[in-house]
Each structure stands twice: as C-alpha cells, then as structure tokens.
C-alpha cells in the first residue's frame, strides 16, 4: 500500500529492499475516506493497510514470490490480528506453500 501511495512500482521496491516480509493481503487501495464505522466497513471497501489473511485480498503473491531475490536469512512475518486468529492455521498453511515456492525458486536459480 505505500507504493501505491509513494507512486511506485511495487515489484522495483521489493527487488531493492526485501529481506523480510510482513506477509498479509489487502486491496493495496488507500484510505481516501475520512471515517469508517468498523473495521468491517474498511474491508467492504478495500482500503487501508487490512491485514487480511493471505489469499482475502488481491496481493498475486505466488507470482511475486519466484521473482525476489531473497538475501540469505529473510525472514517472513504472518501479521495477523487477533479478530482473525479462527484463519491461523490457514495463514500457516499458506506462509509454508509460500516458502515452498521460494525455495524452488532459488533452487531453479542455482
């Protein structure tokens, strides 16, 4: 969502600076309104830093992941409040297919 905001190319931003990830979803879309009644109001219109589980938002993660080069000891952070803990074992499931996707890729790479 900050390159979206800054402008940016997102994939440019993560070639540069990737060596972690807070991996969640969203919208990449903004706050461009002033208020919201609850969070669930925020997630009808997909804006602001959400912190959806993997896979609720529109991040193409398993086509950005194979693209990054990872430095050695990245680290890849599930953020996940707690108003979205009954989909833990989900996200973990994800984040280790993530980290399948990486590892194959570096291993291709090699």
């Known amino acids: 969502m900050t ?20 991996v ?3 919208f990449g879309r903004p706050t461009t309104m002033a208020r919201f009644v609850s969070h ?8 602001g830093d959400l912190h959806l589980p993997m896979g609720w938002g529109d991040i193409p993660w398993e086509a950005i992941l194979p ?14 409040p707690p108003h979205h803990w009954a989909e ?4 973990a499931a994800t984040a280790r297919r993530f980290m399948d996707i ?7 790479a090699a």
């Open 3 to 22: 390159t979206t905001f800054r402008d940016m190319d997102y994939l440019e931003a993560l070639h540069a600076y990737a060596n972690h990830l807070h």
């Open 24 to 26: 969640h979803d969203s």
């Open 40 to 47: 669930a109001e925020r997630i009808a219109f997909g804006m």
């Open 67 to 80: 693209q990054l080069p990872f430095r050695p000891g990245t680290v890849m952070i599930v953020e996940l």
């Open 88 to 91: 833990l074992e989900s996200c």
């Open 102 to 108: 990486v590892n194959q890729a570096q291993r291709q």
